[in-house]
């Protein structure tokens, strides 16, 4: 579960910016909007002038993106809601590559999902895997309202088995984007399912890759960390693919398959 500070910046949008103010001001109230998170970080605070300057100044969201956030920011777990100016440079990058077959890892209640699908042809698809029906229904009403659902396929299981399922359904190499956006202590095989996936040229998104900063001295124990880490490192050399870690949300790594 990440506590970054870009996700829970997205509140501070123009939008939600007079209630972001009184908030803060406010503070202390149990507030789910404006809930302080336990997590720190690399990146700024919440009430950086600069993040909130540039969600301002970037964020383009469809109308049911929108809603879907404000909806999400109901939710107790609020705080695992990816950043959406990161979920806008996916879908940016998704239109750039022109994504037909995507895949989302960690869905929740299907903000990147929806981004993702907004940017998908009428025939494209997204194979939506999540263990929550309770989260993806929340999303649900809003992909209909944004007129996509048809294109959002949800797997409820693990994730690891929809994986193996398309894998032996002779989907290798046929998928042009994948988000991995659940469940760490996977993420290696995660990724190496998604690399034989992925056509060459596409790409795969790795969420929280900066885990708060606890991958750069993973305490005993701390398997998450330790885990995300270790990916990091493996992908450093891996020489399959391009590379870049960002620093947007918490830490975002793209893999271009070569
Ligand atoms: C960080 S959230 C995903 C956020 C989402 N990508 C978004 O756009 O807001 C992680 C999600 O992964 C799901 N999850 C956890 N373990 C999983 C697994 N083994 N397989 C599939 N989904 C899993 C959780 O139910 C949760 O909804």
Redesign the pocket.
């Known amino acids: 579960?990440?506590f970054n500070f870009s996700?829970e910046a997205c509140v501070g949008s123009a939008t939600l910016g007079v209630l972001f103010i009184a908030g803060y001001y406010v503070g202390k109230r149990k507030s789910k909007l404006f809930r302080m998170s336990s997590g720190k970080s690399h990146v700024g605070r919440k009430d950086d002038p600069v993040m909130q300057y540039l969600l301002n100044h970037s964020l383009r969201e469809h109308p049911a993106l929108k809603k879907l956030r404000q909806k999400?920011m109901e939710h107790e777990?609020s705080m695992?809601?990816?950043a959406c100016e990161q979920?806008q440079l996916m879908a940016n990058l998704a239109s750039l590559i022109k994504v037909k077959k995507a895949i989302?890892?960690?869905?929740?209640?299907?903000?990147?999902?929806l981004?993702i699908a907004l940017t998908l042809p009428e025939d494209g698809k997204l194979i939506a895997?999540?263990?929550?029906e309770e989260?993806?229904n929340i999303g649900r009403p809003f992909w209909t309202m944004a007129g996509v659902e048809h294109k959002i396929d949800v797997r409820l299981?693990?994730?690891?088995q929809?994986l193996d399922e398309l894998l032996a359904a002779g989907e290798a190499e046929t998928f042009d984007f994948v988000?991995i956006?659940?469940?760490k202590v996977?993420y290696d095989s995660y990724y190496e399912k998604s690399l034989q996936l992925v056509r060459k040229g596409g790409i795969i998104a790795i969420?929280?890759v900066l885990w708060s900063g606890k991958v750069v001295n993973p305490e005993e124990g701390d398997i998450d960390s330790i885990s995300i880490d270790k990916l990091n490192k493996k992908l450093h050399r891996d020489v399959r693919i391009q590379l870049s870690m960002l620093t947007v949300g918490d830490g975002l790594t793209l893999a271009f398959k070569i």
């Open positions: 579960m990440s996700k999400t777990l695992i809601m990816v979920s989302e890892i960690g869905v929740y209640t299907g903000y990147n999902a981004s895997c999540d263990i929550s989260y993806i299981k693990p994730a690891l929809t988000f956006d659940a469940d996977n969420d929280n």
